[in-house]
């Protein structure tokens, strides 16, 4: 069973457009062909073959694999087992980030997940979510999530961090991405700690450690950073500017600016319009 939603949604953070589930005939394929979303497929039976470029995966139930939008793939069922799967197509700002911490992408297109039934579960109740229009539209936006939160808990599992260093290391990677997602809003360090799962203290510890600048140092560069690349529009004013990096009040970030960059919000624009003309 295929369905298709209709809505093309791809300024929204993460957007469904179709579901399904399949118990596929022998040799059943599709392709070679591209697609203009990420599509998702697990295997809740049989095996199969996936082929992308010059890689072919063998595939069976607990797997699944990837297809990402413009790559040529092929898959096809096993002549003697074939597969019954289900799959998610969507789209969206943050279908690549959410994949990406999946441990998925172009280059590592398949997975395994076979410690409960979660994830199987999940592509059945969208198949069976029979709600109105609007609430069916949230019900399986809100399945979609669940199932790549499994596929990325999943992952953080199985990857086996042994070493404390490189413990340390994802949890920086975790403050960083933090801060490149949020930077345009307020926030403190002890909501960091709090997203990233450690003692506020220990945390600008290890930070500091092995950035040799503080988390706080570390967002007012980046916020000005930022501000920098917003300066060529002239179209936003110093204002929209300060508001869009975090800071509501414009003297506070001029005065931040200055201290950072060396010269005023105002003069540092007038430099780059001249640079630029």
Not at 61 to 88: H, M, Q, R, S
Not at 111 to 134: H, K, Q, W
Not at 231 to 236: A, I, K, P, V
């Amino acid at each position: 069973m295929i369905e298709y939603l209709s809505r093309n949604l791809h300024h929204t953070d993460l957007h469904l457009n179709q579901y399904g589930m399949e118990q596929c005939l022998t040799e059943h394929h599709h392709g070679p062909a591209v697609r203009d979303h990420y599509l998702i497929h697990y295997i809740l039976e049989g095996s199969g073959r996936f082929v992308v470029g010059n890689q072919t995966y063998h595939l069976r139930k607990g797997e699944g694999f990837l297809i990402c939008p413009g790559v040529v793939t092929y898959y096809e069922a096993d002549k003697n087992d074939p597969w019954a799967y289900g799959w998610v197509g969507f789209h969206g700002l943050q279908a690549e980030f959410y994949l990406t911490q999946a441990g998925l992408d172009a280059e590592h297109p398949t997975f395994r997940y076979d410690r409960d039934d979660e994830l199987a579960n999940y592509l059945t109740m969208m198949t069976n979510t029979t709600s109105l229009n609007t609430a069916r539209d949230m019900q399986l936006t809100g399945l979609l999530y669940l199932i790549l939160s499994l596929l990325v808990d999943n992952t953080q599992n199985e990857t086996q961090i042994d070493n404390k260093e490189n413990r340390k290391e994802v949890y920086i990677r975790k403050v960083i991405d933090f801060i490149e997602m949020n930077y345009s809003s307020k926030f403190t360090i002890a909501q960091i700690a709090h997203f990233v799962g450690l003692d506020r203290s220990y945390l600008c510890s290890i930070f500091k450690e092995y950035i040799h600048i503080s988390i706080q140092e570390y967002l007012i560069h980046y916020r000005m950073n930022k501000a920098c690349e917003l300066m060529r529009n002239r179209q936003l004013s110093i204002g929209d500017i300060s508001r869009s990096v975090g800071y509501d009040d414009p003297l506070l970030f001029s005065k931040m600016f200055k201290k950072i960059k060396g010269s005023s919000p105002k003069s540092y624009r007038n430099l780059i319009g001249t640079l630029f003309e």
